[in-house]
């Protein structure tokens, strides 16, 4: 059997300030380190054994990932980090509240910009100073795979062929990794292992640092995926998440 973890990263000054995120490269809280040594704890007494870990080019979910593998000892793993398990790229509401934006605009229309699978935020202008134009850390990235906004299907498409062309394959010699990324990021990859419509992607909402994982056999084939931790207790989390973007 293959086992491949998937966690969001643990809760950002942005999630606490409920803001727009996106690419915007912020850090975590002391209540986000928390919660990424808990998930560590817990991965460590369910016995887990990665074997490779990926992550984003964003600290966010670097920094989640070391704090993980460093409460399992697995600090000397190799990571892989990417361009393409970065966040869905926020446009221009990069920065804004999601509530006071819900007040603006109306709680539907916030829906539509975070959950929705193919209407984008309006973009960023390429010149404008949060754009991936302008920072280094994306010189070796294609420039027509540079996004100034996104949709999930946008997210979707560039992180699938990191999926199927590095992570799929590397599966040949290793049983378990671990993905620490972005919460529609890892919708995206939900999406995709589990065949969900995009209508009812919608009300997908991943909590902060709770391991997910996906059981596969030899050949790939997912045979189950639970999350780590107590349903009830991560029930909430979710409608938390979900609430973030409602008028308040
Ligand atoms: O980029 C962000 O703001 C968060 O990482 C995810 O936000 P969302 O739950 O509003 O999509």
Redesign the pocket.
């Known amino acids: 059997m293959k086992r491949v973890v998937l966690i969001r990263h643990g809760e950002s000054k942005?999630n606490k300030e409920n803001r727009?995120?996106?690419w915007t490269d912020v850090d975590l809280t002391e209540k986000g380190i928390e919660e990424a040594h808990k998930a560590g704890k817990y991965l460590k007494k369910e016995g887990f054994q990665f074997e490779k870990a990926y992550t984003s080019y964003l600290k966010r979910a670097v920094k989640t990932l070391n704090v993980v593998l460093d409460e399992m000892d697995l600090d000397w793993i190799p990571v892989e980090k990417t361009w393409r398990l970065n966040?869905k790229h926020?446009g221009m509401l990069q920065g804004l509240n999601?509530a006071e934006t819900a007040e603006k605009y109306g709680d539907d229309q916030v829906l539509i910009w975070?959950r929705s699978y193919d209407v984008p935020p309006t973009a960023l202008a390429k010149d404008d100073e949060r754009s991936p134009f302008q920072d280094p850390r994306y010189k070796d990235v294609d420039e027509k795979d540079l996004p100034l906004t996104e949709a999930l299907k946008d997210t979707v498409e560039r992180i699938l062929p990191y999926w199927n062309e590095t992570i799929v394959p590397d599966m040949k010699k290793y049983n378990e990794v671990i993905v620490a990324a972005?919460?529609?990021s890892l919708r995206g990859i939900i999406k995709h292992l589990k065949n969900i419509s995009d209508e009812d992607i919608v009300s997908l909402?991943l909590p902060t640092a709770v391991p997910y994982v996906f059981e596969f056999d030899d050949d790939m084939n997912l045979l189950k995926d639970y999350f780590l931790g107590d349903p009830e207790e991560i029930k909430k989390l979710m409608e938390a998440?979900a609430n973030?973007?409602k008028a308040k």
């Open positions: 942005w727009f995120t996106g966040e926020y999601k975070r972005h919460g529609n909402n998440v973030q973007g």
